[in-house]
């Protein structure tokens, strides 16, 4: 049975929060949430199984510190009391390239990707969280796509917290009488976003007179809703320039700049182009708009041993294996 929740006023915005993702998203009410033992997390939970049918919880154990396992247990434990129908600890090798950072993530991506059985996951991912995303991509200079943060749902992946602050999953979880688990990554400043968090935002919270936290956050929230207009338009550009294989050069170029760009990279990624980079578009609008008789431009991808090379061929853009170039 799930714990009764307080009626303070943590309490009270938290289930506000789940109960309109729930409506907009997930209207069976049957869940799953990524459980860290966190207080983002705890409190997620806690209000996941007051407002949703049935939530199950998935808990990962990157292996990282000594204690892990036992963290992990303890979370699981925690989830049961709070009234999860289940709560699942997943063992995880966090290795690969990008360290330590992005090894992690994408180590705990996929074991909930695994785990969850069909079902939306939900994550802790707050306000806060928001706003430091935000400053991230305008630091990666990619465009309005960068700046737009996190969406309240990409399917799997929803995250009904985007407009809860920070302080407030730490009151329910003291409303509670829960003791989250303060992660010591989480306040280390090796990690980029862990300055963010503890230097640059309460730096601009000073200096420009506070609310700014909340102020990137809509940012990026009206940045995804024009986003999804231009989308709509670069999916129509598309189908009038393309047939698929190439895209109609006349077309494109005629197509204001917003609209062709996205209409470029939904084709190049179609085509199964990797890892592009605002370089990399900018390149490739040039073939389109400054064509000067330049060459192709690599863009990531293709077969092993080979390189993915868009080119611009008899008034035509074309993606191609760089050894069939002539």
């Known amino acids: 049975m799930a714990a009764r929740l307080p009626e ?17 998203y997930a209207p069976t009410g049957v869940v799953a949430v990524a459980l860290s033992g966190g207080a983002d997390s705890l409190a997620l939970t806690a209000a996941a199984v007051t407002e949703a049918a049935v939530v199950d919880a998935l808990i990962v154990d990157h292996g990282l ?48 990707d695994e785990a969850r059985a069909g079902l939306p996951v939900l994550l802790g991912h707050t306000l806060d969280d928001q706003a430091e995303t935000v400053l991230l991509g305008l630091a990666r200079g990619s465009g309005p796509r960068s700046v737009q943060g996190m969406a ?23 409303d509670l009488g829960l003791r989250p688990y303060d992660d010591p990554h989480n306040s280390s400043p090796e990690f980029t976003r862990v300055r963010l968090r503890t230097e640059v935002l309460p730096l601009l919270e000073e200096v420009l007179g506070g609310g700014v936290a909340a102020a990137l956050a809509r940012t990026a929230e009206q940045l995804r809703a024009d986003g999804v207009v231009l989308d709509e338009l670069a999916g129509k550009l598309l189908r009038t320039a393309g047939d698929g ?21 939904a084709w190049l990624l179609g085509g199964g182009a990797k890892a592009l980079t605002d370089k990399h578009l900018r390149a490739v609008d040039a073939l389109i708009t400054d064509w000067h008789g330049q060459g192709g431009v690599a863009v990531g991808g293709g077969a092993a041993g080979t390189r993915l090379v868009a080119a611009r061929e008899h008034g035509r853009l074309t993606l191609m294996q760089d050894n069939d170039l002539r």
């Not at 309490?11 to 109960?19: D, K, N, Q």
């Open 245 to 265: 294989a190439t895209l109609k050069i006349e077309m494109l170029a005629t197509a204001p700049m917003a609209v062709r760009r996205r209409a470029v990279r």
């Open 152 to 174: 309240p749902f990409a399917a799997p992946w929803g995250r009904p917290l985007l407009g809860v602050r920070r302080e407030t999953t730490r009151l329910l979880c003291a």
């Open 8 to 24: 303070t006023a943590a309490a009270l915005e938290l289930r506000h929060a789940v109960r309109d993702w729930l409506s907009r």
């Open 65 to 112: 510190q000594d204690g892990s396992a036992a963290v992990a247990a303890a979370a699981a434990a925690a989830a049961r009391a709070l009234g999860c129908r289940s709560a699942r600890v997943l063992t995880v090798t966090v290795t690969g390239a990008g360290g330590l950072e992005a090894a992690a993530r994408r180590a705990r991506y996929t074991a909930l």
